[in-house]
Structures are given as C-alpha cells and as structure tokens.
C-alpha cells in the first residue's frame, strides 16, 4: 500500500525515468561563454581593422568636416578605446586635430562614449562566466568595488592598471550601478583628457601655445598626483591594523 501512494501517478512500475536532455543551469553557462567568445572575436576583429586603417588619411578627411568634426572625432575615438586602442594616443589626437579646447572636450566624449559602450557589452557577456572561473574569489572583488562605489570607479580609472576600454568591459561584469561607474569614470578622465589634448595640441602647432595654455595641463597634472599620493596614504592606513 505504501509503495502504491510514493509511485507519482502515471507510473508505470519497473520503468526507468528518462533523464532530461539539459540541465537549464548548464545552458545558461553555454550561453554566456559563448557570449563572451563572440565579444572577444568581436572586438579582436575591430582592432584589426583599426590597426590597418590609413589614420592620417582619415583623420584629415574629419578635419575636413568643419563644425561636425569634434562629434565625428569622439565617435571614432570612442570606437578606437572600445577595441582596446590606447586611451593616451586616441587623446593626443584629438588635440593634433582640433585644438587644444575643442580637443579636449571631444576627447572626453569619446571616453565617455567608451565606457558606455564596453560597460553594457560586458554586462551583456555577463559575469556568470567569469564566475565560474575565478570562484569565490571574483565574488568578493566585486563586493569590495559595491561597497566602496564610486571611490572604487575613481581609484581604479586613476590606476593605469589596464588599457580603458579592458577596465569598462570588466565593470560591465561586476554589480557596480552604472550611474556610479559613468559619474566616476567621466571624473577621473577629465585630468588625463585636458594633459594629453594640449600636449598634442603642442605638437601639432607650438607656435600657439603658451603658459596660460599648458596652464591646464600641468594643474591637470598636478591634480591627478595629489589624488593618487592621497589614496596610497588613506589604504596604508586602512591596511596598518589588519
């Protein structure tokens, strides 16, 4: 009687269940390498090609364009940091291209426009994938940079610790709120932005520039040492009791 009451109903007794095809929890890991497989071929593919582009030939071509050239320059340079090109070259162009100012500002822009874009394709590839390759360990990375905000965003854009466009997609695979990595992002983006436009903008005509125009830079500068001396001085005393 009891053996009649455990069988599910439908039952046929001596019949061995069929196993499910997929597990839905395997599937989902399936899915999300495979999206990080096509984010890697994706953004390999573009650095190619960007490597292989005749940049000076488009570069005056932009120029050309008149009023709308800081809009196209900060769209192709948020291109280029999207595919990893480094941020200091794509920078150094822009104030070769249009001015120290203007420079500067589509510089920014193209920053901006990079870090949006890496921050949403890395969250699209996901960090489930990348959790079950790092563990637990990946877990705790990303409760630290929760927890300290945008005071984390801020240290690590400060720290050249990877090229720009790594560090978005790497963000785009942690909990970070995204308002918190774009305000601290932009932040930190400005000192670097306004140094390396007026230095390309130095080289490209040294006869214009002057004091009040590395002014900027150097305040720039200056600014961006402060902060890194500050934090190194702020963690050796968070670090001291443990």
């Known amino acids: 009687m009891t053996d009649n009451l455990d069988r599910p109903t439908g039952a046929i007794p001596g019949a061995v269940q069929a196993a499910p095809i997929c597990h839905p929890a395997a599937m989902s890991r399936r899915h999300r390498l495979l999206r990080v497989g096509l984010l890697i071929l994706g953004v390999g593919g573009l650095a190619g090609a ?127 709120c995204r308002k918190r990595y774009l305000l601290g992002t932009t932040i930190a983006a400005i000192p670097s932005t306004v140094t390396y436009a007026v230095i390309g903008a130095a080289v490209a005509a040294p006869g214009r520039m002057g004091p009040l125009t590395i002014a900027p830079a150097v305040i720039s500068f200056i600014l961006s040492t402060a902060i890194v001396i500050r934090w190194r001085q702020t963690s050796r005393r968070v670090l001291a009791p443990a």
Do not use: H
């Open 50 to 176: 960007a490597a292989l582009l005749p940049m000076r030939e488009i570069g005056d071509a932009v120029v050309a364009l008149g009023p709308g050239a800081a809009v196209a320059v900060a769209v192709l340079g948020g291109l280029l940091l999207s595919v990893l090109v480094p941020r200091t070259a794509v920078t150094v162009a822009c104030g070769a291209l249009l001015g120290a100012a203007t420079g500067a500002i589509a510089a920014l822009a193209a920053a901006i426009i990079a870090a949006t874009a890496t921050y949403y394709l890395g969250r699209w590839a996901g960090r489930g994938a990348l959790q079950a390759k790092a563990g637990g360990r990946l877990a705790r990375l990303d409760g630290w940079l929760n927890r300290r905000g945008l005071a984390a965003v801020l240290l690590v854009r400060f720290l050249p610790l990877a090229p720009f466009g790594l560090v978005g997609y790497a963000y785009g695979t942690t909990s970070v």
